[in-house]
T-cell receptor, first 113, second 121 residues
Framework: NAGVTQTPKFQVLKTGQSMTLQCAQDMNHEYMSWYRQDPGMGLRLIHYSVGAGITDQGEVPNGYNVSRSTTEDFPLRLLSAAPSQTSVYFC????????????FGAGTRLSVL | AQTVTQSQPEMSVQEAETVTLSCTYDTSESDYYLFWYKQPPSRQMILVIRQEAYKQQNATENRFSVNFQKAAKSFSLKISDSQLGDAAMYFCAYRDFLINAGGTSYGKLTFGQGTILTVHP
Protein backbone atom coordinates (compact mmCIF):
# COMPACT_ATOMS: atom_id res chain seq x y z
CA ASN A 1 0.00 0.00 0.00
CA ALA A 2 2.68 2.51 -1.07
CA GLY A 3 0.54 5.53 -2.09
CA VAL A 4 2.80 8.51 -2.93
CA THR A 5 6.52 7.88 -2.56
CA GLN A 6 9.08 10.67 -2.49
CA THR A 7 12.86 10.29 -2.61
CA PRO A 8 15.16 11.36 -1.09
CA LYS A 9 13.83 12.28 2.36
CA PHE A 10 16.71 14.69 3.03
CA GLN A 11 19.17 16.43 0.75
CA VAL A 12 21.88 19.06 1.13
CA LEU A 13 23.06 20.93 -1.96
CA LYS A 14 25.57 23.65 -2.68
CA THR A 15 24.48 26.78 -4.50
CA GLY A 16 24.45 26.17 -8.24
CA GLN A 17 24.11 22.41 -8.09
CA SER A 18 21.23 20.68 -9.82
CA MET A 19 19.18 17.76 -8.63
CA THR A 20 15.91 15.92 -9.18
CA LEU A 21 13.35 15.15 -6.50
CA GLN A 22 11.52 11.96 -7.35
CA CYS A 23 7.81 11.32 -6.89
CA ALA A 24 5.91 8.16 -7.76
CA GLN A 25 2.33 7.07 -7.07
CA ASP A 26 0.72 3.68 -7.51
CA MET A 27 -2.94 4.74 -7.34
CA ASN A 28 -3.33 5.48 -11.08
CA HIS A 29 -4.16 9.11 -10.29
CA GLU A 30 -4.31 11.51 -13.21
CA TYR A 31 -3.41 14.62 -11.22
CA MET A 32 -0.03 15.20 -9.57
CA SER A 33 1.39 18.31 -7.92
CA TRP A 34 4.49 19.69 -6.26
CA TYR A 35 4.31 22.05 -3.27
CA ARG A 36 6.88 23.73 -1.12
CA GLN A 37 6.36 24.43 2.58
CA ASP A 38 8.02 27.39 4.23
CA PRO A 39 7.55 28.62 7.81
CA GLY A 40 4.54 30.91 8.20
CA MET A 41 3.45 30.47 4.58
CA GLY A 42 1.68 27.13 4.45
CA LEU A 43 2.12 25.06 1.28
CA ARG A 44 2.47 26.77 -2.09
CA LEU A 45 1.97 25.13 -5.47
CA ILE A 46 5.06 24.93 -7.70
CA HIS A 47 3.91 22.89 -10.72
CA TYR A 48 1.14 20.45 -11.45
CA SER A 49 0.12 17.91 -14.08
CA VAL A 50 -3.33 16.76 -15.19
CA GLY A 51 -2.02 13.73 -17.07
CA ALA A 52 0.95 12.23 -18.85
CA GLY A 53 2.52 14.81 -21.14
CA ILE A 54 0.61 17.75 -19.63
CA THR A 55 2.10 20.10 -17.06
CA ASP A 56 1.41 23.65 -15.93
CA GLN A 57 2.84 26.26 -13.59
CA GLY A 58 1.58 26.92 -10.11
CA GLU A 59 2.13 29.86 -7.80
CA VAL A 60 5.94 29.69 -7.42
CA PRO A 61 7.41 27.95 -10.53
CA ASN A 62 10.65 29.90 -11.01
CA GLY A 63 13.81 27.80 -10.70
CA TYR A 64 11.96 24.49 -11.07
CA ASN A 65 11.25 22.23 -14.01
CA VAL A 66 8.87 19.26 -14.34
CA SER A 67 7.88 16.65 -16.87
CA ARG A 68 5.34 13.82 -16.83
CA SER A 69 6.21 10.99 -19.17
CA THR A 70 4.15 8.38 -17.31
CA THR A 71 1.05 8.43 -15.11
CA GLU A 72 3.08 7.14 -12.15
CA ASP A 73 6.05 9.53 -12.05
CA PHE A 74 6.34 13.30 -11.66
CA PRO A 75 9.93 14.41 -10.98
CA LEU A 76 10.83 17.95 -9.91
CA ARG A 77 14.14 19.35 -11.17
CA LEU A 78 16.09 22.15 -9.57
CA LEU A 79 18.18 23.56 -12.39
CA SER A 80 20.64 25.66 -10.36
CA ALA A 81 19.94 25.50 -6.64
CA ALA A 82 19.74 28.73 -4.64
CA PRO A 83 19.51 29.26 -0.85
CA SER A 84 15.95 30.58 -1.38
CA GLN A 85 14.99 27.05 -2.44
CA THR A 86 15.74 25.69 1.04
CA SER A 87 12.37 24.25 1.99
CA VAL A 88 10.33 21.11 2.51
CA TYR A 89 8.90 19.76 -0.74
CA PHE A 90 5.73 17.72 -1.01
CA CYS A 91 4.39 15.75 -3.92
CA UNK A 92 0.67 15.01 -4.06
CA UNK A 93 -1.63 13.04 -6.32
CA UNK A 94 -5.39 13.01 -6.77
CA UNK A 95 -7.94 11.28 -8.96
CA UNK A 96 -9.56 13.21 -11.79
CA UNK A 97 -13.09 12.29 -10.78
CA UNK A 98 -14.91 13.14 -7.60
CA UNK A 99 -13.71 15.60 -5.00
CA UNK A 100 -10.07 15.33 -6.07
CA UNK A 101 -8.80 14.74 -2.53
CA UNK A 102 -5.03 15.12 -2.68
CA UNK A 103 -2.84 12.42 -1.13
CA PHE A 104 0.59 13.58 -0.05
CA GLY A 105 4.01 11.98 0.06
CA ALA A 106 6.17 12.16 3.20
CA GLY A 107 8.12 15.19 1.96
CA THR A 108 11.74 15.99 1.12
CA ARG A 109 13.70 18.38 3.32
CA LEU A 110 16.14 20.29 1.11
CA SER A 111 18.89 22.58 2.32
CA VAL A 112 20.86 24.73 -0.11
CA LEU A 113 24.09 26.14 1.31
CA ALA B 1 -7.16 34.93 -6.32
CA GLN B 2 -8.42 32.90 -3.42
CA THR B 3 -6.80 33.42 -0.04
CA VAL B 4 -6.97 31.40 3.15
CA THR B 5 -6.16 32.90 6.55
CA GLN B 6 -5.49 31.12 9.81
CA SER B 7 -5.17 33.85 12.42
CA GLN B 8 -4.00 31.61 15.27
CA PRO B 9 -0.31 30.69 14.85
CA GLU B 10 -0.47 28.56 18.02
CA MET B 11 -3.17 27.03 20.19
CA SER B 12 -3.06 24.79 23.23
CA VAL B 13 -5.58 22.51 24.92
CA GLN B 14 -5.71 20.17 27.89
CA GLU B 15 -6.15 16.49 27.19
CA ALA B 16 -9.86 15.53 27.02
CA GLU B 17 -10.92 19.16 26.49
CA THR B 18 -12.30 20.78 23.33
CA VAL B 19 -10.45 23.23 21.09
CA THR B 20 -11.50 25.20 18.01
CA LEU B 21 -9.14 26.26 15.25
CA SER B 22 -10.18 29.19 13.08
CA CYS B 23 -9.99 29.62 9.31
CA THR B 24 -11.36 32.28 7.00
CA TYR B 25 -11.14 32.42 3.24
CA ASP B 26 -11.88 34.76 0.41
CA THR B 27 -13.47 33.67 -2.87
CA SER B 28 -15.96 34.89 -5.43
CA GLU B 29 -17.01 31.32 -6.28
CA SER B 30 -20.22 29.74 -5.03
CA ASP B 31 -19.10 26.11 -5.28
CA TYR B 32 -15.85 24.91 -3.75
CA TYR B 33 -14.30 22.46 -1.31
CA LEU B 34 -12.69 23.14 2.05
CA PHE B 35 -10.28 20.85 3.87
CA TRP B 36 -8.44 20.52 7.14
CA TYR B 37 -5.10 18.71 6.99
CA LYS B 38 -3.04 17.59 9.98
CA GLN B 39 0.76 17.54 9.89
CA PRO B 40 2.35 15.74 12.87
CA PRO B 41 6.10 15.90 13.55
CA SER B 42 6.57 13.09 11.03
CA ARG B 43 5.78 15.73 8.38
CA GLN B 44 3.12 13.55 6.72
CA MET B 45 0.08 15.53 5.51
CA ILE B 46 -3.08 13.74 6.71
CA LEU B 47 -6.59 14.68 5.60
CA VAL B 48 -8.76 15.29 8.67
CA ILE B 49 -12.06 16.45 7.22
CA ARG B 50 -13.65 17.77 4.02
CA GLN B 51 -16.61 20.06 3.36
CA GLU B 52 -18.42 20.75 0.10
CA ALA B 53 -19.68 24.33 -0.01
CA TYR B 54 -23.02 23.35 -1.56
CA LYS B 55 -23.82 21.17 1.47
CA GLN B 56 -25.50 23.01 4.34
CA GLN B 57 -24.71 20.29 6.88
CA ASN B 58 -21.43 20.58 8.74
CA ALA B 59 -19.02 17.70 8.15
CA THR B 60 -18.12 15.41 11.05
CA GLU B 61 -15.46 12.70 11.40
CA ASN B 62 -15.47 11.09 14.84
CA ARG B 63 -14.04 13.68 17.28
CA PHE B 64 -13.51 16.24 14.52
CA SER B 65 -16.25 18.54 13.28
CA VAL B 66 -16.44 21.81 11.40
CA ASN B 67 -18.49 24.96 11.71
CA PHE B 68 -18.98 26.09 8.12
CA GLN B 69 -20.40 29.60 7.76
CA LYS B 70 -20.62 30.21 4.01
CA ALA B 71 -21.86 33.80 4.16
CA ALA B 72 -19.10 34.73 6.61
CA LYS B 73 -16.54 32.65 4.67
CA SER B 74 -15.50 30.92 7.85
CA PHE B 75 -14.51 27.27 8.32
CA SER B 76 -13.44 26.38 11.86
CA LEU B 77 -12.34 22.97 13.10
CA LYS B 78 -13.51 21.66 16.47
CA ILE B 79 -11.60 18.86 18.13
CA SER B 80 -13.49 17.21 20.99
CA ASP B 81 -11.99 15.03 23.71
CA SER B 82 -8.48 16.09 22.66
CA GLN B 83 -5.80 13.43 22.74
CA LEU B 84 -2.01 13.66 22.91
CA GLY B 85 -1.87 12.31 19.37
CA ASP B 86 -3.80 15.34 18.12
CA ALA B 87 -0.73 17.54 18.68
CA ALA B 88 0.33 18.73 15.23
CA MET B 89 0.30 21.59 12.77
CA TYR B 90 -3.17 21.99 11.23
CA PHE B 91 -3.71 23.51 7.80
CA CYS B 92 -6.94 24.81 6.35
CA ALA B 93 -7.17 24.55 2.54
CA TYR B 94 -9.53 25.71 -0.21
CA ARG B 95 -10.18 24.23 -3.65
CA ASP B 96 -12.40 25.48 -6.45
CA PHE B 97 -15.12 23.13 -7.69
CA LEU B 98 -14.35 23.18 -11.37
CA ILE B 99 -16.15 21.40 -14.14
CA ASN B 100 -14.90 21.09 -17.70
CA ALA B 101 -16.22 19.27 -20.74
CA GLY B 102 -14.64 16.05 -19.48
CA GLY B 103 -16.61 16.09 -16.24
CA THR B 104 -14.12 17.63 -13.84
CA SER B 105 -10.85 19.49 -13.87
CA TYR B 106 -7.87 20.23 -11.69
CA GLY B 107 -8.51 22.58 -8.80
CA LYS B 108 -5.54 24.19 -7.13
CA LEU B 109 -5.33 23.79 -3.36
CA THR B 110 -4.71 27.06 -1.51
CA PHE B 111 -3.44 26.62 2.04
CA GLY B 112 -3.53 28.80 5.11
CA GLN B 113 -0.41 29.51 7.14
CA GLY B 114 -1.07 26.75 9.66
CA THR B 115 -1.85 26.54 13.40
CA ILE B 116 0.39 24.61 15.78
CA LEU B 117 -1.73 22.71 18.30
CA THR B 118 -0.18 21.63 21.60
CA VAL B 119 -2.01 19.13 23.81
CA HIS B 120 -1.13 19.17 27.51
CA PRO B 121 -1.53 15.96 29.56
Amino acid sequence: NAGVTQTPKFQVLKTGQSMTLQCAQDMNHEYMSWYRQDPGMGLRLIHYSVGAGITDQGEVPNGYNVSRSTTEDFPLRLLSAAPSQTSVYFCASSPRQGSNIQYFGAGTRLSVL
Amino acid sequence: AQTVTQSQPEMSVQEAETVTLSCTYDTSESDYYLFWYKQPPSRQMILVIRQEAYKQQNATENRFSVNFQKAAKSFSLKISDSQLGDAAMYFCAYRDFLINAGGTSYGKLTFGQGTILTVHP
